[in-house]
């Protein structure tokens, strides 16, 4: 299926910004053919979108190439052979036109008019609000209000007293919820001073869940290691719901529903399963 094509709007104003035109089929490099041109491209593009007078996008490209193909997109980075070019800038806005974050990338590519862009090369993204973050990745796609940032990802989360985050993919919500997974490394701020690991981490405003293969090391060196631990940093409490172990300067706990202090050096359980020692 056909998609629509760009707004009227960016389409305008990529022809007023350094002349759109059609390249000429003579001298083609080899490889390249007709069908590998753009439709109409342009020069230090700086373009700026709307619906019912709210902004959606604001966007400065060293160049502009737009593709009206069975997938139609626009492309935004350097020209072809130009090795030095800026990034690319682009301001985001939310359905009523306020600001809420922003990307900077080496190449852009923007489809369905504008709803999805994907930014590659030393990509970073910032979402706005308490709870924002700043994500630098290989990859980002911003669609709707979520970011999704792939290959080698740190984040670093503003809000509940904060968390940098380091995972294959990480996706951030509208507010700075996240969700990373694929193995995920998160260094809690705030009370807790704590090094969480797990194949997946999600939260947001301070309280945060961990599955799978959890492992929490604590500033003074315990060691947390379940299937699921929560912190909250309100409360300023790691709870583990099911089985857990737990191993500090001389302590050795297995047990069930492990609550415990954010230094991990006072803590409860309701069962032990078979292994408690500690010294005075």
Same mark, same amino acid.
């Given at each position: 299926m056909r998609r629509s094509p760009l707004p009227l709007v960016l389409l305008a104003v990529a022809l007023v910004v350094g002349g759109c +035109?059609?390249?000429?089929?003579?001298? !083609? %490099? %080899?490889? $390249?053919? $007709?069908?590998?041109? %753009?439709?109409?491209?342009?020069?230090?593009?700086?373009?700026? +979108?709307? #619906?019912?007078?709210?902004?959606? !996008?604001?966007?400065?490209? %060293?160049y502009l190439a737009r593709y009206d193909r069975d997938t139609a997109y626009v492309y935004l980075g350097p020209a072809p052979g130009d090795t030095a070019a800026t990034p690319v800038s682009i301001r985001l806005f939310d359905a009523e036109g306020? =600001?809420?974050? =922003?990307?900077? #990338?080496?190449?852009?590519? !923007?489809?369905?008019?504008? =709803?999805?862009v994907e930014a590659e090369g030393q990509a970073r993204a910032t979402v706005s609000g308490a709870d924002g973050a700043v994500i630098d990745a290989a990859r980002l796609t911003v669609e709707g209000t979520n970011v999704t940032a792939s290959g080698g990802v740190r984040a670093e989360v503003l809000g509940g007293g904060g968390a940098r985050v380091r995972a294959p993919r990480v996706t951030i919500r509208e507010g700075g919820a996240f969700t990373a997974s694929g193995g995920a490394e998160v260094e809690l701020s705030g009370r807790a001073q704590a090094t969480v690991r797990a194949r997946t981490v999600s939260g947001g405003s301070g309280r945060y869940e961990a599955v799978g293969g959890v492992r929490v090391v604590s500033s003074g060196g315990r060691t947390l290691v379940a299937e699921r631990v929560i912190w909250s940093e309100s409360a300023g409490r790691f709870s583990a719901p099911g089985a857990f172990s737990f191993d500090g300067p001389g302590e050795r706990v297995r047990g069930v529903g492990l609550s415990a202090t954010a230094d991990l050096s006072r803590y409860s359980f309701r069962n032990a399963t078979g292994e408690i020692e500690v010294s005075e």
């Open positions: +035109t059609r390249r000429a089929v003579e001298g !083609l %490099p %080899p490889g $390249v053919s $007709v069908e590998d041109l %753009p439709d109409s491209e342009s020069w230090n593009a700086s373009l700026r +979108t709307s #619906a019912d007078g709210r902004s959606q !996008l604001e966007i400065d490209a %060293p306020a =600001a809420r974050g =922003a990307v900077r #990338a080496r190449e852009v590519r !923007l489809f369905d008019n504008g =709803a999805r």
